[in-house]
């Protein structure tokens, strides 16, 4: 390098960064002894910012353009130094490069189970796992909040933390959700906008926003998925006898084409041919028995509940029982008007025979003599 080239580097820098990396959030531009010269060009691309440092205080924030180094550029660093030289010769300062870009398909999953309280299975656990995508919104407050003086500092460095954050609103909203665990499937985008609103109000004391967030899975312990498919199997089966008949008939087939077997298999599939035998010699389809001889018995009648209407106030529901010790000590009166689902609009306790019987528990006055 000749006498020129090195003058010439002395006093003209151009600062700009190009990434290949696709992970990395902040770089910063290293100059030796942090020494950058004034008139330098500044280059800041698109999806970039540069953040301006000087001795350890952030002066100035530049977004997309080509910028020259200069006192008019930069305000607010002369109003800091308050320099009367001109700004001219080298001054010791850094800039860090921050992508604004969305970093995407970045995963989030519960490393342990979820406890919540489902409708219908009771007390259970869930595991649940998806994607979701972070950029930096705010390279200044995303600097002096998370990064530091790191040199260069990549997504891995942060993404543990947001996952955290991520798996506890995600805890939080679906506990509080009453939505039953074989329904969430059905509401996962819904459920990924709660989560992602929650998730955005500490990310944005970060300098950081979440653009996209995804569930990918919700799933239930292996416990609870077997009991679920035996259940299932059980509904598609129906009638459990002619199932087992089916099942029968089907192992038996298999033990007697299965040449390993020898004579065990043999005598299992006469076996079992002789049980099929003697359940198909039953009367009804299949051999099963008459539905008569195992007729369910039918269910017990459904007990009313009614409410009372009273002065304009209604109250309720009472039980037929309650009713009637109403009824005798006054509460209620033939005219008392009452109602009882499936009923078609409110009715006087008289005109509804269930209840008519309640006031005439004592006998009626005795007939004139001679009647």
């Not at 003058?7 to 770089?27: A, E, K, N, P, Y």
């Not at 040449?259 to 099963?288: D, T, V």
């Not at 306790?349 to 009626?364: G, N």
Request: net charge negative; aromatic share 10%.
């Amino acid at each position: 390098m000749g006498i020129f080239d090195f003058l010439s580097g002395q006093f003209i820098d151009v600062i700009h960064w190009t990434d290949d990396t696709r992970d990395t959030m902040v770089w910063r531009f290293e100059r030796e002894g942090h020494e950058i010269k004034y008139g330098a060009k500044l280059t800041v691309r698109e999806g970039q910012s540069a953040v301006f440092v000087h001795e350890g205080q952030l002066a100035d924030v530049f977004t997309p353009g080509l910028y020259m180094l200069e006192t008019n550029n930069m305000p607010i660093l002369t109003t800091l130094n308050h320099w009367d030289h001109g700004f001219r010769s080298p001054f010791k300062s850094e800039i860090y490069f921050v992508n604004t870009t969305r970093f995407n398909n970045l995963k989030w999953g519960t490393k342990n189970p979820i406890m919540l309280r489902d409708p219908e299975f009771g007390p259970t656990r869930i595991r649940a796992f998806g994607t979701y995508s972070v950029r930096v919104t705010d390279p200044a407050r995303f600097l002096s909040e998370i990064v530091g003086t790191d040199g260069e500092f990549t997504m891995d460095e942060i993404s543990f933390q947001i996952r955290n954050i991520i798996v506890q609103e995600f805890s939080r909203v679906i506990a509080a959700s009453g939505i039953p665990v074989l329904d969430m499937a059905a509401n996962t985008a819904d459920l990924g906008k709660l989560i992602a609103a929650q998730v955005a109000l500490p990310l944005t004391e970060y300098g950081l926003e979440m653009p996209e967030f995804y569930i990918e899975n919700i799933s239930l312990p292996p416990a609870v998925e077997a009991a679920l498919d035996k259940r299932t199997s059980m509904g598609l089966a129906g009638d459990l006898g002619k199932f087992t008949q089916y099942s029968a008939a089907e192992a038996m087939t298999a033990a007697a084409t299965n040449p390993a077997g020898g004579g065990m298999a043999a005598g299992l599939g006469a076996g079992m041919g002789m049980a099929m035998a003697q359940q198909m010699a039953q009367p009804g389809p299949w051999g099963a028995a008459p539905a008569s001889r195992h007729a369910a018995p039918p269910p017990p009648p459904v007990e009313h509940v009614w409410h009372v209407a009273v002065d304009g106030q209604t109250s309720g529901p009472f039980s037929k029982a309650k009713m009637g010790r109403m009824a005798a000590e006054g509460e209620i009166t033939r005219d008392t008007y009452v109602w009882t689902p499936g009923q078609d609009g409110w009715k006087r306790a008289e005109d509804v025979r269930e209840l008519a019987q309640l006031f005439t528990i004592l006998p009626p006055p005795p007939p004139p003599p001679g009647a």
